[in-house]
């Protein structure tokens, strides 16, 4: 059993910042891409960012410098930092990860979301 716990949502107003992280826990032996999705009202999940084990980031292009993602490894943690927010960027973020459960065996997991709302 694998579980993504986040923490860090909330309401702030725009051109402010948040921090939100993510921790793995569970029986893990790696974990290879993690990252964090997000989905607004009436729209599908999106991709936000991704970070490989060796440390590879890949933004969605709404989002390239102002948001910055980063893990430790050893934690299994992952953290999404989120400068100059838009009211656009309003919406229950995902964190994900690629766990590998052994030589071969991988499979997806996704937290349980996280409320962050741009609003004055």
């Known amino acids: 059993q694998v579980q993504l716990v986040e923490s860090g949502g909330g309401l702030v107003q725009p051109r402010g910042s948040l921090r939100l992280s993510c921790a793995a826990s569970?029986?893990?032996?790696?974990?290879?891409?993690m990252g964090w999705y997000r989905q607004a009202p009436g729209k599908e999940r999106e991709l936000v960012a991704l970070?490989?084990?060796?440390?590879?980031?890949n933004y969605a292009d709404s989002v390239k410098g102002r948001f910055t993602i980063s893990r430790d490894n050893a934690k299994n943690t992952v953290w999404l930092q989120m400068n100059s927010l838009k009211p656009e960027d309003t919406a229950v973020y995902y964190c994900?990860?690629?766990?590998?459960?052994?030589?071969?065996?991988?499979?997806?997991?996704w937290g349980q979301g996280t409320q962050v709302t741009v609003s004055s």
């Open positions: 994900y990860a690629r766990v590998q459960f052994g030589i071969l065996i991988e499979d997806n997991r």
């Open positions: 569970g029986s893990i032996f790696s974990i290879n891409n």
């Open positions: 970070i490989s084990k060796s440390g590879s980031t």
